[in-house]
């Protein structure tokens, strides 16, 4: 007879589960340091930069309020305005005061901005593609999709109150 779990047991790993998630953790670790090489060598930035000079290239006017830049980039508004400094500091960033909230402020992409990611962007794609999308099938791209967005969604919830890394 198989006794019940203890409420404040941990629910250990599987053999299998351990297994996926070692895997997981090589793989994300990899690639990101793939991609930070690959652009460090084609355009002297890390990932995390060349993410955020993707997020005001898209953005209207190429314009993007730090807070709302912070989240979109996923990362804390402390590592945010260190990045934004440095952007600045190679001219490829401009902060200027937001006119609608005089305490805010917003990011704004420079032409010489725009011209190092435009450059810099072929190099990139080829490195995602070679190292993800040239490995998969239609299929395993169309079942990764699902799984990250499945897992994103659980990490990001809506609870204005929730310790994410931008409210930080």
């Not at 941990?10 to 297994?19: A, F, V």
């Not at 190092?116 to 998969?136: E, K, M, N, T, Y």
């Amino acid at each position: 007879m198989k006794s019940a779990p203890i409420p404040d047991e941990p629910r250990w790993l599987s053999d299998r589960e351990q297994g996926v998630w070692r895997t997981y953790l090589q793989a994300t670790m990899l690639l990101e340091d793939h991609l930070d090489r690959q652009l460090q060598r084609d355009a002297g930035m890390p990932h995390v930069y060349y993410g955020l000079l993707v997020q005001l290239s898209q953005a209207p006017r190429r314009r993007m309020r730090m807070t709302e830049l912070a989240k979109s980039a996923k990362i804390t508004r402390s590592r945010l305005s260190h990045a934004v400094a440095r952007l600045e500091k190679n001219g490829w960033v401009r902060r200027e005061d937001c006119p609608s909230d005089k305490r805010g402020q917003n990011a704004y992409l420079t032409d010489e901005g725009f011209d190092v990611l435009r450059r810099s962007a072929p190099g990139h794609v080829a490195a995602v593609r070679q190292a993800i999308f040239d490995r998969l099938s239609p299929e395993q791209v169309d079942q990764l999709g699902r799984i990250m967005r499945v897992m994103a969604d659980g990490l990001e919830p809506s609870d204005p109150n929730a310790d994410l890394p931008w409210l930080r």
